[in-house]
């Protein structure tokens, strides 16, 4: 299971850290992304991390402003987005899965609900 928070309203130039507490699967051996979704338009990859890859971002706009991170002991990852802007208003969700390529195309086996971002102008 996936459970992701940390969502919430901010203005922007503001910070916020969304977290994705696991569990049912050895965390360490597994690659963790997130991703958000607009309303009307596709989902899209923000980033990934998991020990043996590393982390990657996958959008050039949150390079530089949000950064990946985990923390095995706690079975938990996080984004910490900083800068923000309205337009990373959107749907967060953290993604799971023991095999790298179907996180970074977003076809994980497992998925946290969402949180929602607001980043007012």
């Known amino acids: 299971q996936l459970q992701a928070s940390g969502g919430g309203l901010v203005q922007a130039g503001g910070s916020l850290r969304l977290s994705c507490a696991t569990s049912?699967?050895?965390?360490?051996?597994?690659?963790i992304g997130w991703f958000r979704q607009i309303p009307g338009k596709e989902r899209e990859g923000v980033a990934c991390?998991?020990?043996?890859?590393?982390?990657?971002y996958s959008l050039e706009s949150v390079k530089g402003r949000f950064t990946i991170s985990k923390d095995n002991a706690k079975g938990t990852a996080y984004l910490q987005m900083n800068s923000l802007k309205p337009e990373d208003t959107a749907v967060y969700y953290c993604?799971?899965?023991?095999?790298?390529?179907?996180?970074?195309?977003?076809?994980?086996?497992?998925w946290g609900q969402g949180t929602q971002v607001t980043v007012s102008s």
């Open positions: 993604a799971a899965d023991n095999t790298y390529p179907k996180v970074v195309r977003g076809t994980s086996d497992y």
């Open positions: 049912g699967f050895p965390f360490h051996e597994y690659i």
């Open positions: 991390i998991g020990d043996r890859y590393g982390s990657t």
